[in-house]
């Protein structure tokens, strides 16, 4: 399906609405996992009861330029057995000889929670796991296999994301407003055991710091996580970058360890049409790649959001050219 030329800043598919895409060279191609989202006419609001997503569909690209092919449903709804509504942002992973599919979902109470699904092909299809990861909440799951073959998993998002709810430990549905001069509320990363199915050891809060070392506040909403979380590495560093919702910046922090500590560096991406931005970052045959998506498929509506990339660049002190899609 879809024999139209990719090309940089214009959607990748038409025939169907797709979002946060997570981006990764598999078989020496690019593959696409993003977001189906569905064409309903149901209001926005701060719990994001508009994305309403109910499946997943694999894009792959041969190469930049080559036609994008939509490779079909790779995981539905109706057969994860814990899910009730919602799949939202997923991301994939490559391990001993096969493909995991992770993702998040409302579990039957209505919490978010990430379920993992097991293929033997990038494209699926995927057979999910008959419950959630244990431990698991929030969303946004993107998952790095480090060059030692540890696999880390990033997640959380505030919310419709819920992630707020769970500063205690435990899932508190109406907590007190967070207060917005103590330091925000952390994203957070998992080491995965060796079958990637778990989390191996506890949940972490992951630290951003400004270049004094001070935690960024939650108040401070041009550089606080807010969801989107996305690892990648460049030159031996760590960058661990983000949406910061609110505001609908992509922002990146750089650590020297894949659980952070990080330090805030800047903007990667100004803001987009449309109220999310969400993205991931690919090396591809030399070159980097920043995969995102806007709302200008569908005019501007929130929950129609369409996939992009364009070529992403790096200072010579490692710091990322911020790029700005109203001037290009
Ligand atoms: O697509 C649904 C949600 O919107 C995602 O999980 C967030 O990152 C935002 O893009």
Redesign the pocket.
Known sequence: MEEKKSVEKEPLVTHIYT??PSAHVFEGKLYVYP?HDLEHDGEDNDD?DE?Q?EDYHILSLDDIGAPCIDNGEALNMRDVPWVSKQM??PDAAYKNGKYYLYF?ARDKDGIFRLGVAVGDRPEGPFKPEAEPIKGSFS??PAVLVDDDGSSYIYFG?LWG?QLEKWETGEFVENPDPYPTDKPEVCPRVAKLTDDMLQFDGDVQRIQIVDEDGNPILAGDEDRRYF??PWMHKYNGKYYFSY?TGTTHYLVYAVGDSPMGPFTYKGRILEPVIGW?T?HSIVEFKGKWYLFYHDSSLSGGINHRRCVKFRELKYNEDGTIVTMDPSKD
């Open positions: 979002a946060d977001s994001g994305y997503m939202w942002a998040p969303i946004d998002g994301g969801e989107g949406s999310t969400h």
